[in-house]
């Protein structure tokens, strides 16, 4: 009697995920941070697929559904949007990666989700794992910056311009003091 009351199990996943379990986003997360999860469909069968996050505010999804030709394979990009600090405090974020063979008729996709039975839908989880950069990723960063703004500088076009152009407003400054100071001195005795 207890397993007439059991749901049907579902069926294994149809498609291949890379990667397979967790997604990993590499910091510093004060700008979007871009993943990609490939979905590849093995079978001989068109698949219909559906991402999902337990975190819809703080990612960008694209594409968030669609469907998978047999043989054919899609990348999903997961952009998790720009934090002030390390998002790993806030908790467990997970994806849900939701598949159904796809029926003869495809071009209403939110009616083949409405319309699928839930022993033929199958999934896959995904946690988010947040990577800070180590410190030797930072300065290699900052090495990069420094080269590309060196390279970015013109290059001398005479002999005469190898000279660095270091004037300062100081000594201007000063040159016109001065000669305030004896034209002032100057009209006063002359005058």
């Not at 949007?81 to 997970?94: C, I």
């Not at 910056?145 to 005479?158: D, G, Q, V």
Request: glycine share 6%.
């Amino acid at each position: 009697m207890a397993s007439a009351s059991r749901a049907p199990a579902k069926p294994p996943q149809v498609l291949v995920l890379d990667p397979p379990s967790v997604l990993k986003f590499k910091g510093p997360f004060t700008a979007v941070v871009t993943t990609h999860l490939k979905l590849c469909n093995p079978s001989s069968r068109t698949v219909c697929f559906k991402v999902k996050s337990t975190r819809p505010r703080r990612y960008c999804v694209r594409p968030t559904s669609g469907v998978i030709e047999p043989g054919c394979t899609v990348t999903v990009a997961a952009m998790l949007q720009p934090f002030g600090r390390d998002p790993s405090g806030e908790g467990t974020h997970k994806f849900m990666v939701q598949t159904v063979f796809a029926p003869e008729d495809t071009s209403n996709l939110e009616a083949v989700w409405k319309e699928a039975r839930p022993g033929e839908l199958m999934d896959s989880k995904l946690r988010c794992v947040f990577e800070m950069p180590r410190e030797s990723d930072q300065q290699e960063q900052v090495l990069r910056f420094r080269k590309a703004a060196h390279a970015s500088r013109p290059e001398p076009t005479s002999s005469t311009s190898l000279k660095p152009n270091r004037t300062s407003p100081f000594p201007v400054v000063l040159l016109v003091i001065g000669a305030v100071f004896v034209g002032f001195f100057l009209g006063k005795y002359l005058l």
